[in-house]
């Protein structure tokens, strides 16, 4: 929802919802306003490549401040492709991966 006071939190969603509603202070936790603004700053970079289908990457969101590539497998042009968007920014999550 935001950052902030749990008490304005708290009468700013009784006031829209009247389900059951759990507010909890998580300082230091992400918003959901950081992940939006995650995927705009590199979202059409992850695009980009997820409709590349010879790539394979099949699945991509916001995890920890960084966007999680699911991909079938990770080659060496999987790797440049995705140091090119930044590998700061990025969690490469290869299905297929070497034994051992």
Do not use: F
Not at 19 to 33: D, F, I, T
Not at 79 to 85: G, H
Request: net charge negative.
């Amino acid at each position: 929802m935001g950052h902030g006071d749990v008490a304005r939190a708290w009468a700013a969603l009784t006031a829209v919802s009247t389900a059951n509603l759990c507010v909890v202070a998580a300082p230091g936790e992400r918003s959901l306003a950081d992940d939006d603004k995650l995927e705009a700053a590199t979202g059409k970079a992850v695009e980009a490549l997820m409709n590349d289908r010879d790539l394979g990457i099949y699945l991509a969101g916001p995890e920890d401040g960084k966007m999680r590539m699911t991909m079938l497998h990770l080659t060496q042009r999987h790797y440049d492709k995705l140091a090119a968007i930044g590998l700061e920014h990025v969690i490469i999550e290869p299905w297929i991966r070497p034994a051992g």
